[in-house]
């Protein structure tokens, strides 16, 4: 049974780069990985998509090992308005469920 | 148009009271969720649409009844809900339907939902 696993807080200071790591076994090959982040009383909202390797796009990067078991979404450079919650979903390409993690509070600080 | 609004934003109810939710987009996507999502949770997936027919029921009660009239909007009607289903109700939208949910969710800001 498929599973999400993301720690429940980090904090990081501005500036630096911070990496969110979780944890999804019995992910099958076909299963992406889905970041998203949610600021209070908002919707989440879209940050990056993979299934394998690295993806790059303008705000984040989301590495992937060889094996799947986890993924690490990484925040370059965060700054104060990137206190959030950041999200990880796993898809399930045989069924279409939605597997969230529990969510991982990222205070910045000045 | 690159939003999905919803309405109201927020909504009391007591339980015997009828009353819906409205979610629309303009994106042209084929697909529309509704989710729950209690306070430090994450979203629950309720329902998914796909090209306008009910393509997932996550095993909802049926006191929430989702409707989509067309391919923009999206309806939740409840009936004589309970306390414990206050919470914040979520809608998306995504560019493709069928299986395939993999492209990138918009979500509304969301209404919050207190039933007394």
Redesign the interface.
């Known amino acids: 049974l498929a599973k999400t696993t993301q720690p429940i807080s980090m904090d990081s200071y501005e500036g630096q780069e911070v990496n969110i790591t979780c944890s999804h076994n019995n992910i099958a090959t076909n299963d992406y990985i889905t970041w998203y982040q949610q600021f209070p009383s908002q919707g989440p909202r879209f940050i990056i998509q993979g299934y394998k390797t690295k993806v790059t796009n303008e705000v984040a990067s989301l590495f992937i090992p060889a094996d799947r078991k986890s993924s690490t979404l990484s925040l370059p450079r965060v700054s104060l308005s990137d206190t959030a919650v950041y999200y990880c979903l796993v898809v399930l390409s045989n069924t279409g469920k939605l597997i969230f993690g529990q969510g991982t509070t990222l205070q910045v600080k000045p | 148009d690159t939003e999905?609004t919803q309405t109201p934003k927020h909504l009391v109810m007591g339980m015997t009271n009828k009353k819906s939710l409205k979610c629309e987009q303009h994106m042209g996507h084929r697909a529309m969720y509704w989710y729950k999502q209690k306070a430090?949770?994450?979203?629950?997936?309720m329902f998914?649409y796909s090209y306008e027919k009910l393509?997932?029921n996550e095993s909802v009660p049926s006191r929430f009844s989702p409707e989509c009239p067309n391919s923009s909007l999206l309806n939740l009607h409840l009936h004589a809900l309970q306390p414990e289903d206050s919470a914040?109700y979520?809608c998306?939208s995504s560019q493709f339907g069928g299986?395939?949910?993999?492209n990138?969710?918009?979500?509304?800001?969301?209404t919050?939902l207190t039933v007394l």
């Open positions: 999905v430090k949770k994450p979203p629950e997936l998914v393509s997932i914040l979520l998306a299986r395939v949910f993999y990138e969710q918009f979500f509304g800001p969301g919050r």
